[in-house]
């Protein structure tokens, strides 16, 4: 087995240097989320958008469901990846970070993303009810809710398609016995459910805060 890989700063630096290079506008929301303090910890990171671009680029997905937008970095490097007849639908009941969100969607001139801004529960009984389906569907929201969002999302997806999930590690914490916070404890319910569940496979990758791609089986 080879060695394991300290993931220095240095070496994140040097992955992001050597990969996709980001457009003009990806680096603006960075920038633009840095000066939000603490809140930045809701974007994910430069690699897990490189590698949903890379996901969607690879399987040929064309809708993509985003459950959490923030202030759209994640929302438009997917829309990025998707051919020009691909769609996202972004749910965020959040409508400040929305409306900036939008602003810089509007700046990149990416008319693929459709904003609904309500909680997410509510769009997601709608779609299912209205049988909309999904190539892809990202979750990146309040954690409380993660288990029903990610039960209504399977209804939406076919065989074959994509569920992603983020901060399925929690820091690293979720793997240490000694923290039993409520919100360590709800992902490693989640994660813990997810093993079990049959519908999917499911592949955990130490990527930002960890991601969880499920295939619907
Ligand atoms: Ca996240």
Redesign the pocket.
Do not use: G, R, S
């Given at each position: 087995m080879p060695k394991k890989l300290d993931l220095t700063d240095n070496l994140e630096q040097y992955i992001i240097d050597n990969s996709e290079p980001l457009t003009k506008v990806q680096k603006e929301i960075i920038e633009y989320n840095i000066t939000l303090g603490d809140q930045k910890r809701?974007q994910?990171s430069v690699s897990q958008a490189q590698l949903l671009q890379s996901l969607i680029k690879a399987s040929g997905v064309k809708k993509i469901l985003e459950i959490g937008s923030f202030t759209g970095f994640s929302a438009l490097s997917m829309a990025l990846a998707l051919p020009s007849d691909g769609s996202l639908i972004s749910l965020d009941k959040n409508l400040e970070f929305s409306k900036k969100a939008k602003v810089f969607y509007e700046k990149a001139n990416e008319n693929k993303i459709i904003q609904i801004i309500k909680p997410a529960l509510e769009s997601l009984n709608e779609l299912k009810n209205s049988k909309t389906k999904f190539d892809l569907v990202f979750i990146?929201a309040d954690k409380e809710n993660y288990l029903n969002y990610y039960n209504i999302c399977i209804d939406l997806i076919d065989k074959g398609r994509l569920i992603i999930i983020?901060?399925v590690l929690w820091h690293g914490e979720v793997a240490d016995g000694s923290k039993n916070d409520k919100f360590t404890s709800i992902i490693r319910d989640f994660n813990k459910y997810l093993k079990q569940d049959s519908r999917v496979s499911k592949n955990i990758i130490p990527v930002g805060?960890g991601f969880t791609i499920c295939i619907k089986k």
């Open positions: 809701l994910i990146d983020d901060n805060d």
